[in-house]
């Protein structure tokens, strides 16, 4: 077990604000990340212009829409979108509690990465609370299959990855990234993975209302004649597009409501396959436990992870 994963939960020390454009919407938005009091959660509030409120718990419960991206709430009129990339970066970097503030129908699509919500959690730091962090641990595997795509969870002594996409377009071919995720790995391998999609696509998606802020400032967008379109080409040699498609993992993962002690592999997954699997995995008790970690008992400070009371703790429910 790693020993990052063991301790207290953790919120962060001040507000910090971050401005964008919703890759969807195409209009402005703003969100302000909010220290919370241990064991509220990541929760997004939605402001509304008439000056009401929609709340929802980051939680897989609260999960609407996975078509295009990771939707929480059943209203359009009230939902918040595209949460995927910042959850993938609280997740990662192991912040349990924040109330984020939401000026506008999405997330910010920024560079279409988790970095920028990365470098603004820096920002303010975190800080420790009194409560010890709980965590899923996966005792049984559990698997779904959709075709020919499938996703499983297993036992693993530690949070891991492994996820193959096969896409029809020889610039992607088959992919895969396989790794144990700690802070320092998310930061360096995965967090600059940028979105991606097919110039083919786009005016289908802009017909149907959707990437009305698309652009190459935020996107990895491959030609009809399979290249990359982007000046700048790829952050990370060939394998942007897997490493986007793990960080996606991550964040539609964190909406356990806990971290998850296990590992998660897929094979042409996707959003609507991350909600699937961990809806498979919550609703069978006995393929997990709620653990969390000891008092170290000897002069060398060694912990372990002991089950506690799970009825007493179900943070993936309202």
Same mark, same amino acid.
């Given at each position: 077990?790693?020993?990052?994963?063991?301790?207290?939960?953790?919120?962060?020390?001040?507000?910090?604000?971050?401005?964008?454009?919703?890759?969807?919407?195409?209009?402005?938005?703003?969100?302000?990340?909010?220290?919370?009091?241990?064991?509220?959660?990541?929760?997004?509030?939605?402001?509304?212009?008439?000056?009401?409120?929609?709340?929802?718990?980051?939680?897989?419960?609260?999960?609407?829409?996975?078509?295009?991206?990771?939707?929480?709430?059943?209203?359009?009129?009230?939902?918040?979108?595209?949460?995927?990339?910042?959850?993938?970066?609280?997740?990662?970097?192991?912040?349990?509690?924040?109330?984020?503030?939401?000026?506008?129908?999405?997330?910010?699509?920024?560079?279409?990465?988790?970095?920028?919500?990365?470098?603004?959690?820096?920002?303010?730091?975190?800080?420790?609370?009194?409560?010890?962090?709980?965590?899923?641990?996966?005792?049984?595997?559990?698997?779904?299959?959709?075709?020919?795509?499938?996703?499983?969870?297993?036992?693993?002594?530690?949070?891991?990855?492994?996820?193959?996409?096969?896409?029809?377009?020889?610039?992607?071919? $088959?992919?895969?990234?396989? *790794?144990?995720?700690?802070? @320092?790995?998310?930061? !360096?391998? %995965?967090?600059?993975? &940028? /979105?991606?999609?097919?110039?083919?696509?786009?005016?289908?998606?802009?017909?149907?209302?959707?990437?009305?802020?698309?652009?190459?400032?935020?996107?990895?967008?491959?030609?009809?004649?399979?290249?990359?379109?982007?000046?700048?080409?790829?952050?990370?040699?060939?394998?942007?597009?897997?490493?986007?498609?793990?960080?996606?993992?991550?964040?539609?993962?964190?909406?356990?409501?806990?971290?998850?002690?296990?590992?998660? $592999?897929?094979?042409?997954? *996707?959003?609507?396959?991350? @909600?699937?699997?961990? !809806?498979? %995995?919550?609703?069978? &008790? /006995?393929?997990?436990?709620?653990?969390?970690?000891?008092?170290?008992?000897?002069?060398?400070?060694?912990?372990?992870?002991?089950?506690?009371?799970?009825?007493?703790?179900?943070?993936?429910?309202?």
């Amino acid at each position: 077990m790693h020993m990052t994963m063991l301790g207290f939960q953790t919120t962060i020390s001040h507000p910090v604000t971050i401005s964008g454009t919703g890759v969807h919407s195409g209009a402005a938005v703003s969100i302000t990340f909010n220290p919370s009091e241990a064991d509220s959660g990541i929760v997004f509030q939605r402001q509304h212009d008439d000056g009401t409120v929609s709340e929802y718990r980051a939680v897989s419960s609260q999960v609407g829409n996975t078509d295009l991206c990771t939707v929480l709430g059943f209203s359009p009129a009230t939902c918040i979108a595209t949460i995927e990339h910042v959850m993938a970066a609280l997740y990662a970097l192991g912040l349990d509690n924040v109330l984020i503030e939401v000026h506008g129908a999405e997330m910010p699509i920024m560079d279409g990465s988790s970095a920028p919500f990365i470098d603004a959690i820096d920002q303010v730091g975190l800080v420790a609370l009194s409560v010890k962090r709980r965590y899923i641990r996966i005792v049984k595997p559990v698997r779904i299959e959709a075709g020919a795509s499938w996703a499983e969870f297993s036992p693993y002594d530690g949070t891991r990855f492994e996820v193959e996409i096969d896409f029809d377009c020889p610039l992607i071919g $088959r992919q895969a990234w396989k *790794g144990d995720l700690t802070p @320092a790995t998310f930061r !360096n391998e %995965l967090s600059r993975a &940028r /979105t991606f999609g097919f110039m083919r696509d786009v005016e289908r998606l802009w017909a149907s209302g959707h990437a009305l802020g698309s652009s190459l400032e935020n996107s990895v967008v491959i030609s009809d004649d399979n290249t990359v379109i982007n000046v700048e080409g790829l952050r990370y040699a060939k394998d942007e597009f897997v490493r986007h498609k793990t960080l996606d993992a991550v964040g539609d993962l964190a909406l356990a409501g806990a971290p998850f002690i296990g590992c998660y $592999r897929s094979y042409r997954g *996707g959003h609507k396959m991350n @909600a699937h699997a961990l !809806n498979a %995995l919550l609703s069978d &008790r /006995t393929a997990y436990e709620v653990v969390e970690a000891s008092t170290p008992r000897s002069r060398a400070g060694q912990r372990e992870l002991i089950a506690v009371n799970a009825p007493e703790f179900a943070p993936w429910s309202l």
